[in-house]
């Protein structure tokens, strides 16, 4: 779980980021979260936006994929946009989770 200062640090900057992931009529599938996975392992942090076409809202999107992939964390929620955050496996990866575990303590 994400304490607030965590939370804080993600939300800045995932400011400056355009949505990497689009979610559309096509909805939740196994493609999607995989895609998902695979951009967190890589990035630890995107941007997901809903479409006007995706009929899930961002809670249940971001419910979802928590249930799915059990590592991530839901950073922010606005509008039919929300931030996920989940440190990376590969080591040359984890410049974020390591600013992120910093302010853990």
Do not use: C, W
Not at 41 to 56: C, G, N, T, V, Y
Request: net charge positive.
């Amino acid at each position: 779980m994400l304490s607030g200062k965590q939370k804080r640090l993600l939300r800045s900057k995932a400011m400056t980021q355009r949505a990497l992931i689009n979610l559309g009529k096509g909805g939740l599938t196994h493609n999607f979260v995989q895609g998902v996975y695979d951009a967190l392992d890589a990035r630890e942090m995107i941007k997901i936006a809903l479409l006007p076409a995706a009929a899930e809202t961002p809670k249940e999107v971001g419910a979802y994929l928590h249930a799915e992939i059990p590592e991530l964390e839901v950073a922010q929620t606005i509008g039919r946009s929300l931030v996920v955050y989940m440190p990376s496996t590969k080591e040359d990866k984890q410049k974020l989770s390591k600013q992120v575990a910093a302010l853990a303590k």
